[in-house]
């Protein structure tokens, strides 16, 4: 009995014990690196609270969610949603990742649906991570997360990056004419002063799902003083039947830049009929910047040059995801 009694005592201690333990262990701390190592959301305030649950009861509701699901560092994602809802906001964040963004729905509201853009930090290195997105009444009812799974593809960044996203399966193209004179696009990548386009996605419709493309100029290369045009040519619809929406980002030493004309970050769309097999000197000019700090280089000799035949459908692929052609 005296052996029963005292197994019963150190059984109690011990449960004593552990629990006391456990309310002791502090929760797992959260980081609060969203916006510092993730992306910003245009005309969104930035919120350092976790994003917030799904509300109980009567919700509003997600129908439609269409995002890239490829992302690189200093680049962007047109995101769009459809709701039945009225809703007062729209609330964006990363699975696991402390703070949100919370953007005004009049901010964001389209005709047919709620289009909004991230902005990805140039020092983004997560390979792969979960965009959040909740809807948000008037009333502060909040909706199911719907999820977007985003994979990074790494291009390079530099002294200026010059970046084009967009969210349909087609074939778009970056175009970027240098003070100069020489443009660099799919058919000229590298300029004599090394400006460089380094992702070429969907190229001629043979489908990489990247969605993305851009012209970097590295610490070797010279960014010369004066006036950049930025242009975007819709080059291929590859049967989409869709609008398609895009953004082009620019940045120089890490900051974006002030256009004298156009916007930065810059957002359109094209119907699918505006394609055009476009090559030098074509597509919409969406921005022009100028340059006027001292040039990176004191010797501007030309450079080797590459030039790809005007034909697209027989250059050699660029995209880090995708075969040759």
């Given amino acids: 009995m005296k052996k029963i009694i005292k197994f019963s005592v150190m059984l109690l201690l011990f449960t004593v014990v552990f629990n006391s333990c456990k309310k002791d262990d502090p929760e797992p701390s959260i980081e609060y690196n969203l916006d510092t190592e993730y992306f910003t959301v245009k ?3 930035y919120i350092v609270e976790k994003f917030p649950e799904a509300s109980s009861g ?58 909004f853009y991230i902005l990805m930090n140039q020092s983004l290195e997560v390979e792969s991570f979960t965009i959040l997105i909740a809807i948000q009444t008037a009333a502060g009812a909040v909706s199911e997360h719907e999820t977007i799974v985003v994979s990074l593809v790494q291009v390079g960044t530099g002294k200026l990056q010059v970046s084009l996203s967009w969210d349909q399966l087609n074939d778009l193209d970056l175009h970027l004419v240098e003070p100069n004179g020489q443009e660099i696009y799919y058919g000229n990548s590298l300029s004599s002063n090394l400006g460089e386009l380094d992702l070429d996605s969907n190229a001629a419709c043979d489908l990489d799902y990247v969605n993305n493309e851009n012209i970097t100029y590295s610490e070797n290369a010279v960014v010369e003083n004066g006036e950049y045009i930025v242009r975007v040519d819709f080059w291929a619809n590859c049967e989409v039947t869709e609008n398609t929406n895009y953004s082009v980002t620019a940045y120089y030493e890490g900051v974006l830049l002030t256009p004298s004309t ?4 810059y957002q359109g769309n094209f119907a699918p009929s505006e394609e ?34 005007s034909d697209k459908r027989i250059i050699k692929n660029l995209s880090p995801q995708k075969n040759n052609m």
Avoid: C, R, W
């Fill in 58 to 115: 009567t919700i509003p509701s997600i129908t439609t969610l269409n995002g890239n699901p490829s992302v690189i560092p200093g680049g962007s994602n047109p995101i769009a949603i459809q709701t039945d809802d009225d809703i007062s906001k729209i609330l964006i964040g990363v699975k696991n990742v402390g703070g949100y963004y919370s953007l005004p729905a009049s901010e964001a509201h389209t005709i047919e649906n709620y289009l």
């Fill in 43 to 45: 005309d969104a305030a």
């Fill in 276 to 309: 055009n097999s476009g090559g030098m000197g074509d597509g919409v000019e969406v921005m022009k910047f100028s340059i006027s700090a001292a040039k990176s280089k004191a010797d501007t000799q030309a450079l080797l040059k590459f030039n790809y035949p």
């Fill in 262 to 265: 156009g916007t930065n970050p």
